[in-house]
């Protein structure tokens, strides 16, 4: 019997928030994004392995890993006509 399993990631953008960029130092747009990775088996993803936020700069592109509070808090600040990115 042939088994295949693996693992796949997943990018879900958030929003975007305006920041100033810790890489560049400018004002620019961030995405807001949950990375996750999850478990397949015949390529239907089952279990989720583990979860991570990030951001991602628009100006420099330089992307940066944040706490789960962290993230939480700024997807509340996002303002309601963002939120359709959800």
Known sequence: MLLIFGTKGYREILGVVTLVCQACGHPAAHRLERLTQKFTLFFIPLITVSTKFGMQCAMCSAESRL??????????????RQQHLR
């Open 67 to 80: 706490e789960r509070a962290d993230a939480e808090r700024l997807a509340e600040s996002i303002e309601p």
